[in-house]
């Protein structure tokens, strides 16, 4: 057990380090221009993608300075490395394990340009945790599928050029996770309807989609038809360490650290309060356990041993602290932890109150708590299924 | 990077589990009564566990308490009644404060198991702090102390002792003191009142405040350990259980309010698990790091270890209450985990104090 890394893994932590002296202003002096000037020195570093095979144009980076990479970034408070978050997540990754060649050459390298934004068609109004019910129904005409249905709570559909579809081609099946076809499709194909909802918050991130006689080439189906369930799988399993999360959520605390110094509750320092300083306490080791959770993880990977559903031991924590450390924020400073941008008496600009309105994309999407429970308890455990 | 065990840890792992299962299972260690079971703790010192981190050059074999981790983890999976924590703690106590003579005479004793330690730290209950530590110093010592661990099995107790504002540690001929044992919930951590009147130390050396809250983060590194093992062990009970009790048609363990319940379980032992391996690692590699790691893995632990006890006896239902059934055994232990060493609340305040706070 050892936590230092090789002479060639810190060298590389220093050139990311260099990299990001040299290339990431303070977040005032950032101009006009940055972000594509950005865009495009994270990818001559071959950094976009950076786990993706170079025969892609990914950059091979080993497990160990994927690590290093992200957790880097995360301590300069970097922007992402690229336009299309699910695009770099998961659908990239997708085509390159499913994809033929020519999807590869038709779509990984506008991933990695961040020329186009991906979103993903899973969640329909009957089908949301119970996801292999779906029933947007693609059946297949000549050379092409012609979908009927309808998505929602598709997050970045307003915006996004292409959409990553789970569809239905078999009805008559016995195991509901089969029949399941996995399409590509152009967002501004005839026949796809966007109407954007408004969160709880107010932003108008995602949206219905809504489907009709839509016609979309069989050469963009990703991998075979009626297996598309073990491409999802394969595409919600990508989001592996935890590792540039964990250095946000450290970040986080010290701001919350400063709250309570610079908040007075009742006439008296906040900090002096035994049950606040218990709350902090409580959130540093969650995000510490996150940590080493993480780096245990990452060991066992790079030992090449297989790694069950662990990872939902993170994605739970995440969403605990998501939700409890803005929530502390704001009841620790009373009326005034209510206030949104915009109030005088607003709290650090409003920032913990908007934030805590926005835990459900992170909480929520990808699986909700109760179904990485389940995925614990029946994977890992081995207690029957629901 | 490696976060991971050594092959030779493995093994190490295997060995102590096999012990635990073989020679120490549940149904011996019901049989303890707070004394040394002689036979067990012969095997122990054979199979080299009490001379991990004894160094070399005192006839041990020179590992860390990250080798010594493992054999604590698996002795808590089967709730060993063997003092290996409290000879743990005397071995880095004289390794740490005593002179080389004290050392020279006592560590090798330490390392064949020859001499079993005893060992008092705080008389303060609640108190983990150098103000804890009541019992007065001197050439002689007179007085009482109680909370003293493994006392009625040990050759020797190591006392910690005050002059003032001076600490310091007395080794104790164990027949020269008077021992009132204090039952306590938990058979497999006895502890003792110890009466001592004008008895001469055969040692003693100064400790300062810091080595106390060293040694204090050692038991508390030590306590986590074993309640992996023991946490594990009661996840493992309650979940076959679970698969196999029906009721309402079905095994419980379908209905989300008994698995959902499991799943945590799982989600805080990983939990506390890394957080522990994290601070057993960081007491010989990074002691900079030893507060703050120890405070955050044993404050995890001590909670969710407590609810992980109770529920493990509540989910079975009433069999779970009763004496035959083990699950009891690790509620037990559950409750001496919670206290000993410094509680939940002592250890996250203490962290948001070492963060700046």
């Known amino acids: 057990m050892d936590f230092d890394f090789t002479p060639e893994e810190q060298a590389f932590r220093a050139e990311v380090r260099e990299f990001l002296a040299e290339n990431l202003p303070p977040r005032a002096e950032r101009g006009r221009g940055f972000m594509g000037e950005w865009l495009r020195k994270v990818r001559d570093k071959r950094w976009v993608g950076f786990s993706w095979p170079e025969e892609y144009g990914g950059g091979a980076g080993s497990l160990t300075e994927q690590a290093i990479l992200k957790e880097e970034m995360a301590l300069a408070g970097a922007p992402p490395l690229g336009t299309s978050f699910m695009g770099l997540a998961w659908v990239g990754p ?4 499913y994809g033929t060649d020519e999807q590869k050459q038709r779509f990984i390298p506008d991933i990695l340009d961040s020329k186009v934004n991906w ?4 969640s329909e109004p009957n089908h949301g945790s ?9 059946e297949r005409v000549g050379d092409h599928y012609v979908v009927n249905g309808q998505k929602i709570w598709t997050t970045g559909a307003p915006w996004a050029d292409w959409i990553i579809l789970l569809t239905r081609t078999e009805f008559d099946v016995e195991r509901k996770h089969d029949g399941i076809t996995c399409l590509l499709v152009p967002m501004d194909s005839p026949g796809i309807e966007v109407r954007p ?10 949206a219905e989609v809504f489907f009709t006689d839509v016609q979309v080439p069989v050469s963009n189906r990703l991998g075979e038809e009626g297996k598309g369930w073990a491409v999802t799988i394969s595409a919600l399993a990508n989001e592996r360490s935890s590792i540039g999360e964990v250095t946000q959520m450290f970040a986080k605390l010290e701001s919350l650290k400063d709250l309570v110094r610079s908040t007075n509750r009742q006439g008296r320092p906040a900090s002096d309060d035994p049950a606040v300083r218990r709350r902090i306490g409580e959130f540093e080791a969650k995000i510490a356990a996150m940590k080493y959770n993480g780096l245990r993880y990452l060991t066992k990977q790079l030992r090449g041993e297989p790694l069950s559903s662990e990872t939902s031991v993170n994605k739970l924590h995440r969403a605990s602290l998501e939700i409890e450390m803005d929530d502390f924020a704001v009841e620790l400073t009373g009326l005034a932890g209510v206030q949104l941008p915009g109030s005088d008496e607003a709290v650090d600009g409003g920032r913990w109150a908007r934030s805590s309105l926005g835990w459900p994309s992170v909480v929520i999407g990808g699986g909700t708590p109760n179904i990485q429970r389940n995925i614990i308890a029946e994977r890992i455990l081995g207690l029957p299924k629901d | 990077m490696d976060f991971g065990f050594s092959e030779e ?3 190490l792992r295997e060995q102590v589990l096999r012990f635990m299962t073989d020679a120490c299972p549940l149904s011996v260690v019901r049989a303890q009564n707070g004394g040394l079971p002689r036979d067990l703790w012969q095997q122990a010192a054979d199979l080299g566990w009490l001379a991990l981190i004894v160094p070399e050059a005192h006839g041990g074999l020179g590992l860390k308490w990250i080798d010594l981790a493992v054999v604590l983890e698996e002795s808590g999976r089967g709730l060993s009644p063997l003092p290996i924590l409290s000879q743990a703690l005397a071995a880095t106590a004289i390794g740490r404060c005593a002179g080389d003579d004290v050392k020279r005479e006592w560590l090798p004793k330490v390392a064949t198991g020859d001499v079993v330690f005893g060992i008092g730290l705080y008389d303060d209950p609640t108190w983990i702090d150098a103000k804890g530590v009541g019992l007065a110093g001197g050439e002689t010592l007179t007085g009482t102390k109680p909370f003293v661990s493994d006392a009625a099995g040990a050759t020797h107790l190591l006392l910690a002792t005050r002059n003032g504002e001076r600490l310091g540690l007395a080794i104790v001929d164990a027949g020269d003191a008077a021992l009132k044992a204090q039952p306590g919930i938990d058979r497999t951590k006895p ?4 009466s001592l009147d004008r008895v001469e130390p055969v040692a003693a050396f100064a400790m300062s405040a810091d080595d106390l809250a060293f040694l204090t983060d050692c038991g508390a590194v030590a306590a986590t350990l074993e309640a992996i093992g023991a946490a594990e062990a009661v996840l493992a009970l309650t979940s076959e259980y679970a698969k196999t009790r029906i009721q309402f048609d079905n095994p419980i363990g379908k209905y989300q309010g008994v698995k959902h319940r499991l799943a945590d379980m799982f989600i805080d032992i990983e939990s506390f698990k890394s957080l522990a391996y994290h601070a057993a690692w960081a007491i010989d590699d990074a002691p900079h790091e030893l507060p703050r790691a120890a405070s955050l893995a044993k404050a995890y632990a001590a909670d969710a270890f407590a609810r992980i006890g109770i529920d493990g006896v509540g989910l ?3 069999i779970g209450f009763t004496a035959e059934y083990d699950a009891q ?5 559950s409750k001496w985990v919670r206290s000993a060493f410094g509680d939940a609340d002592y250890h996250y305040r203490r962290a948001a104090s070492l963060g700046g706070l």
């Open chain 1, 94 to 97: 997708g085509i390159i394990q």
């Open chain 1, 119 to 122: 979103c993903t068609g899973y």
């Open chain 1, 130 to 138: 119970d996801l292999a019910a779906i029933q947007t129904k693609a």
């Open chain 1, 197 to 206: 909802i408004e969160n709880m918050a107010g932003d108008r991130n995602f």
């Open chain 2, 9 to 11: 840890q493995n093994l």
């Open chain 2, 191 to 194: 502890f003792a009142t110890v």
């Open chain 2, 316 to 318: 079975h239902g009433a």
């Open chain 2, 329 to 333: 055994l690790y509620l037990k232990r």
